[in-house]
């Protein structure tokens, strides 16, 4: 069967449709995700996908019920174009999330009622809803570090809309990882309370649960954004990675976490793989962001306190 998809917020905020993970060749990052994740690609298959509008290569890949899009700008680096201008200041980063929106106008309408800017693909300014707008991205100067692509279509042949779904995602819980399902993206945050105000107001997330982890030495907020969590995380040591992170970057997307069965199995197969790993403590592990192309990826057997996705 597909995928269950929840929604939020007034206008349908539902799948997560991919995270975008923004390299110097696609196809090397897409290689990396299909060997130590046992990435499934959907799109790119034989090489990665050139949009013109956006001067960029790209592929698709699940890991689990998390779709990766892998991405590169075009050589040489076009900075008039969005693509361009991200590579030109941050190089191989995580980029952005993804969102399919039921009513899409509405929530443009609603977002530049707030006075967010809103940009269109390839660039330039969204005042408002339009006919045959299918995607646009409102700005993370105004979201607190949250580069969301908001799209009006699902993303073609998505194996979680397939009634094959149900049988196909079983296979990562048998992978050496033992990955059971994606838990959150975390955002680096310079003041928390004010972005989770943000988040709430403007995008209508639904609080879940506040905390402090002294492992990461980080104050955080865990937050339902349609079918998918967001934790938001302010640094409380400069010395951490994290806080590394917020002071070069300032609010912007950190890390990607996986629920997993199998610590060892996990940790023992990284290590084949030549990705090395720190065991933050006893259920969690982080990979070296050296490894795994600048983006620390979690993977962790603990449960998550209120977690909607859970059971």
């Known amino acids: 069967m597909k995928k269950q998809v929840k929604v939020t917020g007034d206008h349908g905020i539902g799948q997560m449709v991919h ?25 790119g298959v034989d090489e990665p996908n050139y949009l013109p509008v956006e001067d960029r290569y790209a592929t698709l890949i699940m890991i689990s019920d998390l779709c990766i899009e892998t991405m590169a700008p075009a050589f040489p680096v076009n900075t008039t174009k969005p693509v361009g ?6 190089g191989t980063h995580l980029h952005s999330v993804g969102y399919k929106v039921d009513d899409l106008g509405g929530l443009v309408d609603r977002l ?25 991205y409102p700005s993370p100067r105004d979201t607190y570090g949250l580069m969301v692509e908001l799209c009006e279509h699902d993303m073609p042949n998505d194996p979680r809309d397939q009634q094959t779904w149900s049988s196909l995602e079983r296979l990562w819980r048998v992978h050496p990882l033992t ?14 309370d004010k972005a989770v105000e943000s988040y709430v107001d ?53 890390s990607l976490r996986f629920k997993i069965t199998d ?43 209120g977690d909607p996705f859970a059971g």
């Not at 865990?222 to 010395?239: H, K, V, Y």
């Open 112 to 136: 530049v009622g707030k006075g967010i800017y809103i940009g269109r693909p390839g660039g330039g300014k969204v005042e408002g809803a339009e006919p045959g707008l299918g995607y646009c």
């Open 85 to 90: 201008k991200f590579y030109d200041k941050f």
């Open 19 to 43: 995270v975008v993970h923004m390299a110097d060749d696609a196809q090397k990052l897409r290689e990396f995700y299909e060997r130590v994740f046992g990435g499934l690609v959907y799109m």
């Open 179 to 192: 990955i059971e399902r994606f838990s959150y993206v975390t955002l680096g945050v310079v003041d928390l």
């Open 202 to 254: 403007e995008f209508q997330a639904i609080p879940v649960k506040r905390g402090f982890d002294p492992d990461l030495q980080a104050e955080y907020a865990t937050l339902q954004l349609g079918d998918c969590l967001l934790e938001l995380a302010q640094p409380q040591s400069p010395d951490s990675d994290l806080g590394r992170h917020v002071a070069q970057w300032g609010n912007m997307i950190y």
């Open 263 to 305: 610590l060892d199995s996990a940790e023992a197969w990284l290590t084949k793989q030549g990705v090395r790993s720190i065991r933050i403590r006893d259920g969690l592990l982080m990979t070296h962001p050296e490894d795994s192309f600048n983006a620390p990826i979690f993977l962790g057997t603990e449960e998550i306190e």
